[in-house]
């Protein structure tokens, strides 16, 4: 390459990386204002999860229209063509972060004309957990540390341990008191999404350890920290 195509070349990597970064915390922000939608029972933030779901769907389209643009003209290798490679596949999964934060939303104004269960408390803690963990997967991203994807990954089990015994609660409490299943049903979709999205995040996270350590671990033992 000469210098000024080779600036080219990176300045559009640098700018597939921020692309990513920002969708990645538009994702964060729905996913922490629609649970804020059925904390509150605040209809207005739910619509407003709702409307901008919009946007990161234009953020998945531009986003993939680069990343292929950069691989039909760049020709890249090694190390950058995993970077893109594996940036079609982060766009894909947090897309689908964004429409299950939507799917929460929707589920808020449903349950929020309603009286509340004694399960909102464990289910804010399932977000929690949630929310932690895609944090934690975002920042592994940006700064290209296979070790705290890594652990991203191994927290995912204690999220699919929290959302099992929520899960069990809410049935036991619709068994018990069969009025309140216009409550729970809503409630064990907004546990079904966030358990879904923690394994997207789980996702992003094996992303992260391909692109660091060319080393495929979606199906394998995790390797150990260097």
């Known amino acids: 390459m000469t210098n000024h195509t080779s600036k080219d070349f990176e300045s559009e ?9 920002t969708m990645g915390g538009r994702c964060e922000q729905q996913i922490a204002t629609a649970m804020r939608a059925l ?5 207005e933030l739910a619509r407003q999860v709702i409307s901008a779901d919009a946007t990161i769907d234009r953020d998945e389209s531009e986003i993939d229209e680069l ?22 596949k982060f766009v894909t999964d947090l897309e689908r972060i964004g429409d299950l934060a939507t ?19 464990s289910l804010l803690m399932l977000a929690g957990l949630v929310q932690r963990n895609l944090r934690a997967a975002l920042d592994s991203f940006v700064a290209r540390d296979a070790d705290r994807a890594t652990l991203v990954i191994t927290a995912d089990v204690e999220i699919d341990r929290v959302n099992a015994n929520l899960f069990a609660e809410l049935l036991a409490h619709v068994a018990s008191n ?19 999205i923690g394994d997207h995040v789980k996702n992003l996270a094996e992303q992260v350890v391909y692109m660091v350590r060319a080393t495929d671990v979606r199906h394998r033992p995790l390797p150990r920290s260097t």
């Open 13 to 21: 990597l640098r700018t597939l990386r921020e692309r990513l970064a």
């Open 39 to 43: 904390a509150d029972g605040d209809d």
């Open 67 to 88: 990343a292929l643009q950069i691989l039909a003209t760049r020709q890249p290798v090694a190390s950058d063509l995993r970077f893109i490679t594996m940036s079609l």
């Open 103 to 121: 799917g929460i939303a929707k589920r808020a104004r449903e349950l929020n004309p309603l009286p509340p269960l004694d399960q909102h408390q």
């Open 178 to 196: 069969p009025s309140t299943v216009t409550r729970v049903l809503p409630l064990t979709s907004v546990c079904r999404y966030l358990e879904r």
